[in-house]
């Protein structure tokens, strides 16, 4: 799911441009000049570009591109930005249809509060079109709780009932940010729950390029699963949380990212983690130079790639402690679902 260079560039060069009579908001100049900051010079790219990268080589590729949800155009956090608006006249203006060698178009709304309408709409949406990107954005992972019945009767079951596939991918922003209890988690413990026979996919990426791969993945297989991705909040602005140009013109989606921080045969214990908890272990881990400790990030968490995480054990043969580690308490997020179908790997919890 690798991209060339070239391809690349022409799309971020196209991502901050307009018409010598728009006036975009004062306010995202400073941002965008330290995307193009951090692309062109120090070539890293955030979540972001990331996201918007992926998003405008599929429209390159021949892929339509669409994108919903109650703030999605700007980005909830203020970090997306694919739709502009001029300061003076409201005049709206979205940067990727402007790309020149684009086969398909892109298409994002700011859609209402009602997600049980929201999804189901997009639901339908991709059932129709398969060829299309369909995504559904929650402003905050809890808003997904409208939705629950369009993902009990369809999402999850709608293939083994009808054998209808569908590929619409869910954006729940997850994470132990502040702002209240019910806006910290995207429930994954309910998703969770209802996972069975590679019936959907859920994703808690922690680089900028595994979610471009993860995006560009759902559309190059030659079938449609459900895509739950718990996308992150404060990753959106933490300086770590980026990753090199050189990691989207090559290789794929990984389920699991190794430690390549230590050397194997010094590792005494082992931290299995998924998501923004990454790099708070990761601070510990350079903080104290930590070699003895292997953190292993856990991309994809359902299907589960049980062997891949077999292999890794197996490698730092060294380590007498295993942990799972997560942020949620011990009956949320993902801690039950993996004591249950690793227990064999004597997983413990912290």
């Known amino acids: 799911t690798g991209v060339d260079r070239a391809i690349l560039d022409g799309i971020f060069n196209h991502l901050t441009e307009y018409p010598e009579d728009f006036a975009p908001h004062p306010k995202l ?5 330290l995307r193009a900051q951090n692309y062109q010079t120090q070539q890293d790219v955030d979540w972001a570009t990331a996201e918007a990268l992926a998003f405008g080589s599929l429209v390159v590729e021949g892929t339509p591109v669409r994108l919903m949800g109650e703030d999605a155009r700007r980005g909830t956090f203020s970090q997306r ?24 178009r892109f298409w994002v709304y700011d859609s209402l509060l009602s997600e049980y309408a929201a999804l189901g709409f997009e639901y339908g949406y991709a059932h129709t079109n398969s060829k299309a990107l369909v995504m559904w954005e929650a402003q905050f992972g809890d808003f997904v709780n409208g939705a629950q019945i369009v993902i009990d009767q369809y999402l999850v079951a709608a293939e083994d009932k009808w054998g209808q596939q569908n590929g619409v991918v869910m954006l729940l922003p997850h994470g132990y940010e502040g702002q209240g209890p019910e806006h910290s988690s995207a429930r994954i413990e309910r998703f969770l729950e209802a996972c069975a026979n590679d019936n959907i996919q859920l994703a808690n990426c922690t680089t900028p390029a595994n979610y471009f791969h993860l995006l560009r993945r ?43 921080n230590v050397k194997v045969k010094e590792v005494k214990r082992v931290l299995f983690c998924s998501g923004k908890i990454y790099y708070d272990l990761l601070a510990k881990q350079q903080k104290e130079n930590r070699r003895d400790v292997a953190i292993i990030r856990l991309e994809q968490i359902f299907p589960l790639p049980i062997a891949q995480i077999q292999q890794i ?5 060294q380590a007498t402690d295993v942990f799972w580690v997560q942020e949620e308490p011990m009956n949320m997020g993902a801690a039950s679902f993996l004591k ?11």
């Not at 100049?29 to 000049?33: A, I």
Request: aromatic letters at 12%.
């Open 29 to 33: 100049f400073k941002q965008f000049q």
């Open 218 to 260: 759902q559309m190059h297989r030659p079938f449609r699963k459900p895509l739950m991705v718990f996308s992150p909040k404060s990753l959106l602005r933490n300086p770590a949380c980026v990753s090199p140009l050189a990691d989207f013109t090559k290789g794929f989606f990984q389920e699991i990212i190794d430690d390549t």
């Open 313 to 317: 054990i197996a490698k730092y043969d």
């Open 81 to 104: 930005h694919s739709t502009l608006v001029d300061y003076n006249n409201e005049r709206r203006w979205v940067p990727i249809n402007t790309l020149p060698n684009a086969k398909a």
């Open 340 to 350: 249950m179908n690793l227990d064999v790997l004597e997983f413990r919890m912290i």
